[in-house]
């Protein structure tokens, strides 16, 4: 079982295979909310290598009713049960154990385990639910193939659902009903679901590339039901997707997907039947935005998508957890990129990297991306694991190539189906497809820290030669001191006066091809010779590695690399590189809000460049992403200056602004095509800028009235709040009451009031709590109150009294009872604490200090003291 030593972690080091297999599993469920009683039948087989071991199950607070060894009842003598583990003695040989227990759904609101929602029974076992459900070796190296039965009252529960295909149903008699399930593929117990109660579908039939027959259903409450087609459609193109990219099936006769209102994270990927939270599901024109629809896609496929990476090859142990999520959320980028515009994707998880990830990796709670310890493993669904790790496997992909890649996942799957496998296991795949030495690759997955690339530049005009030093440093991580080169795929393009690329090859000792240069050394030298002029060189290109570039470059070259650069993602990238200058270097200020501007004007007015393009870049780095740049915060200086910035560039393009405004008006109502979409992004864009210019807000005013899409009401009602319009109040009023019936279209005006760019936005979130509206038990409402007060709101959060420090913090005590899980997560926002100006970082320490024993959930306990140490 996992192994505790006495620091109270669990090491990577101290994995022991498990000494009892379980190569089958049966279940039954007899269900009721209030105490539902599971019966399981484990077939036991010891490990020939490992004989003599006692039996160690994992069961947590369970209320153990029976328990039979081969069919005969076990004397009290013969186990210990200590409402966490049970040790069943003198075992030899095959054998069956079998246990009945009491469990209480209606009362589990950790949403871990089996837990009510609703009219709903449903489970969430990742990672270690199941143990709340019943009996077992609850850690993923344990695969047994599944049968399992649930009984329940037909009225109350029509539907039964369970992992697998369906075996059989029949009623019992008495009011109530009885379905089977099978799951023939060794599945560990975090993949076990189940979902009862009354759900209707949508479903749709297909056939496999292998020629299987599967039938496609999303489950959801009836008066959800109506709002799944568009997921429906995305199961539908993930598995397409998937055959011809990865040339993976499905396997088994039906893919089933339920909808819950209650659910800790966004979705589950249990095989077969996946379970999703269901803002990740429901959706229509009149109640989801257009990013809501690119989110719920690509969620549906990261949990399809998970069907391979992940369920047919699992994880040996959960310090492997990135082996399927950085995987997987890798898959789903490319699913995404594959279907829609591979720039606008980069932007966004580029976005997401530099103000998330970075952050993380540098605070606190910076971790690698395989831990070798961990406390909590809840606690480690992080942006690292997961977009980190895809970062890394997409370094893999730049190195080897796309060809061999795709061999190297043929034989990653083929070798490792139906087991548990390690990062190891992954890399040796790679390594026999490409015939690749990736030892030194493998040191991404265990240095915490985001490596600089350090370029200075020299050109000796006398002679035309011109050198490129490279250096590589990953700083100093917690528990981390030193750290070692990493392989790092650099582009690079040197451009002569007039625009065009230099070709001539450099000599260098570090291997480089075509644009791109390996650095797997700490320093190398790159050396071209006799050139003209002093060439003008652009590093980075699609940010091909996780890391920071370090190169002063004067704001006149960047100018000049945005008017070469023909790449959407560059010319995003160098207009972000232009306003950070604009923003933290004084000296260069002026001149970059200048060359800015000057850009920006130039977008506007191209008429070939994609409207949700030009938006992008009219979206400045955010505040995350520029306070990660700095050695200590002035949060409200940085704000202000981002804000006058801002005011200032609006300024500049009023007038263009106004006519692409106007002009995309048609375009903007041809409903969910890329074309209106893209028409919508910067219309809203625009709307944003030209509301700086107007107290009155009448543009963002009449775009509310108009009524359209929820893309651009709620954009509309973003303006009117956040820049305080008179219409403000009535506009929120009316919102709020046309969607008063649907919680999901009400976390977005709450999330758009906890938002508002002003301290006083912390009365708000605190009126709202004494609202009904307010239910701390759903994480949905925590995160659009709490979560997005905490994370997208420096000046209500960062406020210099304290207080929204102390909101967020006592938030986190009064859930820790509740939702650890949530609770936990909500105490990140504190990760960089340590680099606030003081009084932030003060008043910070205030408030999270005296949780020290107001906490009683190890996940919470495990953050703030990793947040404290
Ligand atoms: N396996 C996870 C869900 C999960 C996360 C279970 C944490 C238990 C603890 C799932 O595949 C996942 O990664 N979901 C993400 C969304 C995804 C699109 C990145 C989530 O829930 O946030
Ligand atoms: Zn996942």
Redesign the pocket.
Known sequence: MTQLRGDGHVHLADYAAPAWRIPHAELQFELDPDATVVSARLCLSPDPAQPGQPLELDGEGLELLDITLDGQPLAPGRYDYDGRRLVVHGLSGDCELATRVRIHPAGNTRLEGLYRSGDLLLTQCEAQGFRRITFMADRPDVMPRWRIVLRANRDAFPVLLANGNPLASQDLGDGRHEASWENPHPTPAYLFAIAAGPLERVSRRLQTAEGRDVEINIWAEPSDVARCQYALGAVERALRWDEQRFGRCYDLDVFNVVAAQDFTMGAM?NKGLNIFNARYILADESTATDADFLAIESVVA??YL?NWS?NRVTLRDWFQLSL??GL?VFRDTEFSSDLHSRALKRIEVVRLLRGRQFAEDAGALAHPVRPDRYKEISNFYTLTIYEKGAEIIRVLHTLVGEDAFRAGMDRYFADNDGKAATLEDFIAAHAAASGRDLTQFARWYAQAGTPEVSVSADFDGASGDYTLTIDQNTPPTPGQQHKQPLVIPLRYRLFDADGTSVTQAPESDAVVRDGLVELTAARHVLRWRGLEDKPLPAFNQGFGAPVKLVFDQGVDELARLVRFETDSFNRWDLLQRLATEALLARPQAEAATGALSDALAGLLTDAQADPAFVAECLVLPDFDTLAEQLDEVDVQALVARREELLDRLAEDQVGRLQVRYEALADAAREGLSGRAMSARALRNACLAWLTRLDPEARLAQAQFDAGGTMTERIAALRCLLHFQAPGADAALAGFRDAHAGDPLVTDKWVALVATRPHPDALGDVQSLMATPWWKPANPNRVRALVGSFARSNPLAFHRLDGAGYQLVADQVAALDAVSPQVAARLLGAFESWRRWAEPLRARARAALAPLDGRLASPDARDLLERLLD
């Open positions: 990927e990261h949990e998970h992940g399927k999520e997987t």
